[in-house]
């Protein structure tokens, strides 16, 4: 049986979605899916940068560059924050599928396709922080969407600040999409499957919320 990788209903009808996708033997529309994803991502992080949204460090040294030096920075930091949009869902696609295919012997191409819906989530979240970021004033730090205002409550130290910052409504969607797909189309047990999710998830947060509290201190 073919499968056409749809997002939407990849997203709103999980057990049917498996079930087809556990018995497919061909996959079609998923590479055109992966361009799609990496097209948007490009133009949502290079509208974030340009807006001003994480470009403290620029900002912060607003008073040492001339009108013309300030703009090629700031163009700078927005081309820089493409790259990175790239780099981010590169590893979140292909390396994160790698990996679940190493634990879980199930089709590259299916774990593929799960990453998609768990990035598509990711760029969600992205697209609804700017608003929130620009008309609120709310940093990252701050998100409506997160555990950052709770941690900043708790505790003086940045970087718990920055770990439970990095934990997020849409982040934990995004578990539970891999966690749902994963358990029936690899027919091993919840236990071991919210694992692997996990470790991959932790791993990644503790990535994050350490470049974040750098980029922090080389502000200060």
Same mark, same amino acid.
């Given at each position: 049986?073919?499968?056409?990788?749809?997002?939407?209903?990849?997203?709103?009808?999980?057990?049917?979605?498996?079930?087809?996708?556990?018995?497919?033997?061909?996959?079609?529309?998923?590479?055109?899916?992966?361009?799609?994803?990496?097209?948007?991502?490009?133009?949502? $992080?290079?509208?974030?940068?340009?807006?001003?949204?994480?470009?403290?460090?620029?900002?912060? *040294?607003? *008073? *040492?560059?001339?009108?013309?030096?300030?703009? @090629?920075?700031?163009?700078?930091?927005?081309?820089?924050?493409?790259?990175?949009?790239?780099?981010? $869902?590169?590893? +979140?696609?292909?390396?994160?599928?790698?990996?679940?295919?190493?634990?879980?012997?199930?089709?590259? +191409?299916?774990? @593929?396709? !799960?990453?998609?819906?768990?990035?598509?989530?990711?760029?969600?979240?992205?697209?609804? #922080? !700017?608003?929130?970021?620009?008309?609120?004033?709310?940093?990252?730090?701050?998100?409506?969407?997160?555990?950052?205002? #709770?941690?900043?409550?708790?505790?003086?130290?940045?970087?718990? +600040?920055?770990?439970?910052?990095? !934990?997020?409504?849409?982040?934990?969607?995004?578990?539970?999409?891999?966690?749902?797909?994963?358990?029936?189309?690899?027919?091993?047990?919840?236990?071991? !499957?919210?694992?692997?999710?996990?470790?991959?998830?932790?791993?990644?947060?503790?990535?994050?919320?350490?470049?974040?509290?750098? +980029?922090? *201190?080389?502000?200060?």
């Amino acid at each position: 049986m073919d499968f056409y990788a749809r997002i939407i209903r990849g997203l709103k009808e999980i057990n049917t979605v498996s079930y087809e996708l556990q018995t497919a033997e061909k996959m079609t529309g998923l590479l055109k899916k992966i361009i799609y994803l990496f097209l948007i991502a490009t133009i949502v $992080f290079a509208i974030s940068s340009l807006l001003g949204i994480g470009n403290e460090m620029i900002s912060k *040294e607003l *008073e *040492e560059y001339n009108s013309s030096d300030f703009e @090629l920075n700031k163009l700078l930091f927005a081309s820089g924050q493409v790259i990175w949009g790239w780099v981010f $869902f590169s590893l +979140h696609l292909f390396l994160v599928a790698l990996y679940f295919y190493v634990f879980s012997d199930v089709d590259y +191409h299916k774990l @593929l396709y !799960i990453q998609v819906l768990a990035m598509t989530i990711l760029l969600i979240e992205k697209v609804l #922080i !700017i608003p929130v970021q620009i008309y609120f004033g709310l940093t990252p730090l701050s998100s409506i969407f997160s555990l950052g205002i #709770i941690a900043q409550t708790i505790t003086d130290k940045k970087l718990v +600040h920055y770990f439970f910052a990095e !934990i997020s409504l849409f982040k934990i969607w995004m578990i539970y999409i891999q966690y749902k797909y994963l358990t029936i189309i690899s027919g091993k047990s919840r236990r071991y !499957i919210i694992m692997i999710v996990l470790v991959i998830y932790i791993i990644f947060l503790i990535i994050s919320a350490l470049t974040a509290y750098w +980029h922090l *201190e080389n502000l200060v």
